[in-house]
């Protein structure tokens, strides 16, 4: 069952930590945001195959916007 993951604050996409296709575990970076100066990791909530990521550095990202689909 795929998992999305959303965003829980409006910023923008400092970097970009991992990569379709890639096996990620629990709690595993996925991207790093930036907003009011602070650097908030993404992390995965669920272990699985990073199937979409729908965001790229540099993007500016509102609240509940798609970040990735971990599969």
């Known amino acids: 069952m795929a998992h999305e993951i959303h965003a829980e604050i409006v ?14 575990a629990e709690g595993d970076t996925v991207v790093i945001l930036e907003s009011m100066k602070m ?4 992390l995965t909530e669920e272990g699985g195959i990073l199937t979409r990521l729908a965001v790229h550095e540099g993007d500016v990202i509102q609240e509940h916007d798609l970040i990735a689909v971990v599969g």
């Open 11 to 24: 910023g923008s996409v400092l970097a970009v930590v991992a990569h379709e296709g890639q096996s990620l």
């Open 39 to 42: 650097e908030i990791p993404v």
